[in-house]
């Protein structure tokens, strides 16, 4: 839901023509305030690690109640894997829930346009010539919604982490990041 306050701002003209004074020749619309409730924030921070050149990465969003952590964490080559943890806050605090409470109806349809664009990626990821060897190590199945990473992130988007577990030697095709806009599922979320 979007609210705007518009304040109607005359325009004053001051003229004297023959002794009258013209005030108010028109009228100026300003946009002072918007603001959308449905708005993804975000917060980025590094933490020291163990490993001096590639710190933790922490990115916090917050969208309506909910609250997404996404942390990333270098292996020693320096490529970063993630983990994800989804909260809902409440007057009580902050709750550890799984993706699915995010949705009131409609997750198995989520779950499933994810999972055919995962599909999608895949086969055209075997047919490249360059990926084809590291592709034929993952065995591709069907990901249910609390399986993968979710989290909101900038511009209003929806992030999901697949992780299909292969080896370091794969590294650039071992897991999936899928993005949608907030609207493509806002009619099955709480």
Not at 65 to 93: H, P, V, W
Not at 177 to 187: D, M, R, V
Request: glycine letters at 6%; proline letters at 1%; a negative charge.
């Amino acid at each position: 839901m979007t609210f705007k306050l518009i304040l109607s701002i005359c325009v004053l003209f001051l003229s004297i023509q023959d002794g009258k004074e013209n005030v108010c020749v028109g009228s100026l619309e300003a946009k002072v305030f918007q603001t959308r409730e449905n708005t993804v924030t975000c917060i980025e921070k590094e933490k020291a690690s163990d490993d001096e050149n590639n710190p933790v990465l922490i990115k916090t969003c917050d969208f309506q109640n909910f609250r997404s952590i996404k942390t990333g964490t270098a292996d020693d080559k320096g490529r970063y894997s993630y983990s994800y943890e989804l909260y809902i806050i409440d007057q009580n605090g902050k709750h550890q829930i799984k993706n699915s409470d995010v949705f009131k109806t409609g997750a198995d349809a989520v779950e499933k346009k994810i999972n055919q664009d995962l599909q999608q990626e895949y086969e055209e990821n075997l047919k490249n010539p360059h990926l084809k060897d590291c592709m034929e190590w993952i065995d591709f199945r069907h990901y249910t919604l609390n399986e993968m990473g979710m989290g909101f992130s900038d511009n209003d988007t929806l992030e999901f982490y697949i992780n299909h577990g292969i080896g370091g030697a794969c590294f650039n095709v071992s897991f999936n990041i899928l993005k949608y806009n907030l609207s493509a599922f806002e009619a099955y979320m709480k």
